[in-house]
């Protein structure tokens, strides 16, 4: 059974920088892309980044492009998310999620059907 779960949300204030984990397991980690999805209150979920199975191409939303940065450890299981100069705008809560397409090497974006598995999430508030 495939199993995300993400950790490393929290308090922070604006301007400044949170790293967000995902653990993955149950799963040939290495072989599928990967991708942070947030929500905010009141608002629908939305993607934010996505990874290659290889980490060789990323993918990010016009909103956070040049703040965030997706990375992957396969040896680890583990996709990571480095938010830097932080908006209270992100305030969300923050879910990885797998692509479904083993070895695909194209975009790692758009909409949530292309993901079929999901970690429960992890609030981050980012105060001003």
């Known amino acids: 059974q495939v199993q995300l779960v993400e950790s490393g949300g929290g308090l922070v204030q604006a301007g400044g920088s949170l790293r967000l984990s995902c653990a993955a397991s149950g799963l040939s980690f290495s072989i599928y892309g990967m991708a942070w999805f947030r929500q905010a209150p009141g608002k629908e979920r939305e993607f934010v980044a996505g990874i290659t199975w290889n980490g060789r191409s990323t993918t990010y939303a016009d909103s956070v492009k040049g703040r965030f940065t997706i990375s992957r450890d396969n040896p680890k299981n583990t996709v990571y998310l480095q938010r830097n100069s932080l908006k209270p705008e992100d305030t969300a809560v923050y879910y990885c999620?797998?692509?479904?397409?083993?070895?695909?090497?194209?975009?790692?974006?758009?909409?949530?059907?292309?993901?079929?598995?999901w970690g429960q999430g992890t609030q981050v508030i980012v105060s001003s």
């Open positions: 999620a797998k692509d479904r397409r083993a070895f695909y090497s194209g975009s790692v974006s758009g909409g949530s059907a292309a993901f079929d598995a």
